[in-house]
């Protein structure tokens, strides 16, 4: 049977799988903000925006907005129980003293060797780069969850034709076709979306890939 997932829903989803238990995790501006809707009703995972908010929950039903609670891009969110406002001094002082677990964040160009571009186009108005240079500086895991392609241009390139967002690799890419993890070798093709294929994950990506050995279909988790 075909998937009926979205492509976004495929990423998100799969990247709720690299959550556990009591992490601290950071969800970027747009695509990442949906993992949290495909995380377990079993496991509490805290999650932080750089506006000052440990414990946000996932988007209110629609009515239920409120324009004093929302994540870092200022899309409405709920608060789980426990939920915990603080300033951006120390916000940001948990990012770069290295206390997040994990981040999450969209991508335009991550190339061979792990390197994200994700805050500017060069002659296009960019409002601010907001904290990514920092989650990707700071954050113990970097998790970039982009679509693979964007109009049919390559987002997986050999090197990043736009501006870096820093010069630390991250730690693995999700699309809605594959999952990739970067490392001093090359990037490795470790995982394909359902009714994926390799070649269709080659033909789609603009630098060389490794083909795991163990490489398997994404299995997701029950929510």
């Known amino acids: 049977m075909k998937s009926t997932l ?3 829903e495929v990423i998100a989803r799969r990247v709720a799988q690299e959550f556990a238990e009591g992490m601290l995790v950071n969800l970027g501006i747009g695509l990442p903000t949906q993992v949290a809707n495909y995380l377990p009703k079993n496991m509490t995972v805290f999650l932080q925006s750089e506006n000052g908010l440990i414990g946000l929950g996932a988007r209110p039903p629609e009515g239920m907005e409120d324009d004093d609670l929302t994540d870092a891009g200022g899309t409405p969110v709920m608060a789980i129980p426990g939920a915990a406002r603080i300033d951006s001094v120390f916000s940001f002082g948990l990012i770069r003293g290295g206390h997040l677990d994990i981040t999450v964040l969209g991508g335009l160009q991550v190339d061979a060797e792990g390197r994200l571009a994700n805050w500017m186009i060069p002659g296009k108005m960019a409002p601010g780069m907001g904290g990514a240079m920092d989650l990707v500086s700071g954050a113990k895991k970097v998790i970039i969850a982009m679509q693979h392609t964007a109009k049919g241009v ?7 034709s736009l501006p870096l967002t820093a010069t630390r690799p991250v730690s ?3 699309t809605e076709l594959a999952v ?3 490392t001093p070798a090359g990037l490795i093709l470790k995982e394909l979306a ?3 294929t390799i070649d ?5 990506t603009g630098a060389q890939l490794i083909i795991s050995d163990d490489i398997h279909e994404m299995n997701f988790l029950e929510i």
């Not at 390559?154 to 990043?160: D, F, S």
């Not at 269709?200 to 789609?204: G, L, N």
């Open 6 to 8: 979205t492509p976004n």
């Open 154 to 160: 390559h987002k997986i390139v050999e090197k990043c």
């Open 172 to 174: 693995l890419i999700v």
């Open 180 to 182: 990739i993890e970067p």
């Open 194 to 196: 359902p009714d994926v």
């Open 200 to 204: 269709e994950v080659i033909a789609a």
